[in-house]
């Protein structure tokens, strides 16, 4: 099978956060999508009606096949993974088993179906503890966690393949995926949540008491954590960029994705309590293992190489939209 341009994309992990937004991403730009998931953290519901769904494994190379074959796949946007940094140093296993064995199983199922166009999810999970910033992608990549390894083992794979094979990737490392689909048609759903902004939602609406600032003693402004939220419809929408450069023939490329400014914990707060007028019960508690005090993405490789422009690029949207996607959850 050769690829052609417009031919479908299978979206891995679509059932999820961040996929399920760059699938409507890719509904709203009128293109063919198939969606394959597990549902082990995704949900059925987070796919717009018309969206194939093939539930089961990404490991699973005979599904792959006949998934390629019956839709005419011709990219590949792979999401489907493990993503939880404490679980992975608790079960490393387990981690290198989801995200990078079954990511082995899928870039070698393209390679045999001569599928050509792969855009991975990758994290700023990959660099660790960079004393510089912004970090740009020539930062030695240093991950700390069996999370970030497994991903960086995928972008080696990922890299080596297209040396060897008739295949071209963009890899994405996204920095702080935050926000929800502004018309309200997806957003976060998590069993145990862990990122801030998620957390001070579920405080907001009352699922918790108070939320806990881990640490006020780093060497910043104002001894928070800062890091560079980027809304999750503008991380869809890079994905559709990266779609359109590799179907100009664009080359394979590795690059960060966020706004390249940061903001603290505090300063997140502090939006939180603006948009909502009201104060966020919060107290300071210890810092977090493992938390880097500061993580800016360099942006200039992004900015150069894709046609790309952030419609939702302030903290004021991407807070309230993450807010008003709690409060549809809650109600
Ligand atoms: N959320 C973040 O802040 C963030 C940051 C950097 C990178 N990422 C990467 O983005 C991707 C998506 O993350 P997310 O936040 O949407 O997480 P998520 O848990 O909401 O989505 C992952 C999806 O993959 C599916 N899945 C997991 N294992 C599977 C398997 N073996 N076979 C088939 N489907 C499987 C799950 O059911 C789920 O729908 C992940 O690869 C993650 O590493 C996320
Ligand atoms: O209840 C909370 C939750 C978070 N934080 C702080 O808020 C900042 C952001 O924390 P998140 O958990 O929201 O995000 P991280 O920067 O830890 O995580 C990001 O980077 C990780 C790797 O470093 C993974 O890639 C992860 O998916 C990605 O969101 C950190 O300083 C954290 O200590 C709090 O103070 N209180």
Same mark, same amino acid.
């Not at 979206?11 to 409507?24: K, N, Q, R």
């Not at 045999?112 to 912004?134: D, H, K, Q």
């Not at 009201?278 to 938390?291: H, N, Q, S």
């Given at each position: 099978?050769?690829?052609?341009?417009?031919?479908?994309?299978?979206?891995?992990?679509?059932? !999820?956060?961040?996929?399920?937004?760059?699938?409507?991403?890719?509904?709203?730009?009128?293109?063919?999508?198939?969606?394959?998931?597990?549902?082990?953290?995704?949900?059925?519901?987070?796919?717009?009606?018309?969206?194939?769904?093939?539930?089961?494994?990404?490991?699973?190379?005979?599904?792959?096949?006949?998934?390629?074959?019956?839709? !005419?796949?011709?990219?590949?946007?792979?999401?489907?993974?493990?993503?939880?940094?404490?679980?992975?140093?608790?079960?490393?296993?387990?981690?290198?088993?989801?995200?990078?064995?079954?990511?082995?199983?899928?870039?070698?199922?393209?390679?045999?179906?001569?599928?050509?166009?792969?855009?991975?999810?990758?994290?700023?999970?990959?660099?660790?503890?960079?004393?510089?910033?912004?970090?740009?992608?020539?930062?030695?990549?240093?991950?700390?966690?069996?999370?970030?390894?497994?991903?960086?083992?995928?972008?080696?794979?990922?890299?080596?393949?297209?040396?060897?094979?008739?295949?071209?990737?963009?890899?994405?490392?996204?920095?702080?995926?935050?926000?929800?689909?502004?018309?309200?048609?997806?957003?976060?759903?998590?069993?145990?949540?862990?990122?801030?902004?998620?957390?001070?939602?579920?405080?907001?609406?009352?699922?918790?008491?108070?939320?806990?600032?881990?640490?006020?003693?780093?060497?910043?402004?104002?001894?928070?954590?800062?890091?560079?939220?980027?809304?999750?419809?503008?991380?869809?929408?890079?994905?559709?960029?990266?779609?359109?450069?590799?179907?100009?023939? !664009?080359?394979?490329?590795?690059?960060?994705?966020?706004?390249?400014?940061?903001?603290?914990?505090?300063?997140?707060?502090?939006?939180?309590?603006?948009?909502?007028?009201?104060?966020?019960?919060?107290?300071?508690?210890?810092?977090?293992? !493992?938390?880097?005090?500061?993580?800016?993405?360099?942006?200039?490789?992004?900015?150069?190489?894709?046609?790309?422009?952030?419609?939702?690029?302030?903290?004021?949207?991407?807070?309230?939209?993450?807010?008003?996607?709690?409060?549809?959850?809650?109600?």
């Amino acid at each position: 099978m050769t690829t052609s341009d417009n031919a479908t994309v299978l979206v891995t992990g679509g059932a !999820g956060y961040i996929g399920s937004h760059v699938v409507l991403a890719l509904r709203d730009q009128g293109r063919a999508v198939v969606v394959l998931d597990d549902l082990s953290t995704g949900r059925r519901s987070a796919l717009p009606d018309g969206v194939p769904l093939v539930e089961g494994d990404v490991g699973d190379k005979a599904l792959l096949a006949e998934t390629f074959a019956r839709h !005419g796949i011709g990219t590949v946007m792979h999401f489907a993974g493990s993503i939880v940094v404490p679980d992975s140093v608790e079960r490393p296993l387990a981690y290198y088993r989801n995200n990078t064995v079954k990511s082995h199983a899928l870039v070698e199922a393209c390679v045999e179906a001569g599928i050509g166009r792969f855009i991975f999810s990758s994290t700023a999970a990959v660099y660790g503890m960079p004393e510089r910033l912004p970090i740009d992608e020539q930062t030695p990549t240093k991950p700390i966690n069996p999370y970030g390894s497994s991903k960086l083992m995928t972008e080696w794979m990922l890299r080596d393949t297209a040396a060897a094979h008739d295949l071209r990737y963009v890899a994405l490392r996204y920095f702080n995926v935050a926000g929800a689909d502004p018309q309200g048609r997806s957003g976060q759903v998590s069993k145990v949540a862990t990122h801030l902004i998620k957390i001070a939602a579920q405080t907001v609406t009352g699922q918790r008491a108070e939320l806990q600032i881990y640490g006020d003693d780093y060497d910043t402004a104002d001894g928070t954590c800062v890091r560079d939220y980027i809304h999750v419809s503008d991380l869809a929408d890079a994905h559709v960029a990266a779609l359109r450069h590799l179907e100009a023939g !664009g080359a394979s490329e590795v690059m960060n994705c966020g706004y390249g400014r940061g903001y603290s914990v505090r300063e997140v707060l502090a939006m939180v309590e603006r948009v909502t007028g009201k104060p966020l019960p919060m107290r300071i508690g210890p810092r977090r293992a !493992g938390d880097p005090p500061a993580l800016v993405a360099g942006v200039e490789r992004i900015g150069r190489t894709l046609d790309w422009t952030p419609r939702h690029a302030d903290l004021e949207t991407i807070v309230a939209s993450a807010l008003a996607w709690e409060e549809r959850l809650v109600r």
